[in-house]
Nanobody, 123 residues
């Protein structure tokens, strides 16, 4: 079992930066790939980024590539999402999720989910 708690959301102006954190409980955190998803009002949840269990492999949605960076610290049981050059269209609730599969998965079929953190980007 893995429990996930996101933090770091907030209100930021366009062009600004935020760093989201996702703290995991459970001793098996390092065996899970982790992902970030987001859901804007009236839209479906969408994939943002994924990182392998070791941190050696990352994968991004085209919409955030070059602006967002996913990373993890297995010693701290935490995964991060550094978001730079934010745009109003990045406004959404951001969720972290854990996945036991060791191949790239962009669908919302991850096993474990956090409660989400709101990110609002003003123009």
């Amino acid at each position: 079992q893995v429990q996930l708690v996101e933090s770091g959301g907030g209100l930021v102006q366009a062009g600004g930066s935020l760093r989201l954190s996702c703290a995991a409980s459970g001793r098996t955190f390092s065996s899970y790939a982790m992902g970030w998803f987001r859901q804007a009002p009236g839209k479906e949840r969408e994939f943002v980024a994924r990182i392998s269990w070791s941190g050696g492999n990352t994968y991004y949605a085209d919409s955030v590539k070059g602006r967002f960076t996913i990373s993890r610290d297995n010693a701290k049981n935490t995964v991060y999402l550094q978001m730079n050059s934010l745009k109003p269209e990045d406004t959404a609730v951001y969720y972290c999720a854990g996945d036991s599969r060791n191949y790239i998965v962009t669908g919302s079929t991850y096993a474990y989910w956090g409660q989400g953190t709101q990110v609002t980007v003003s123009s």
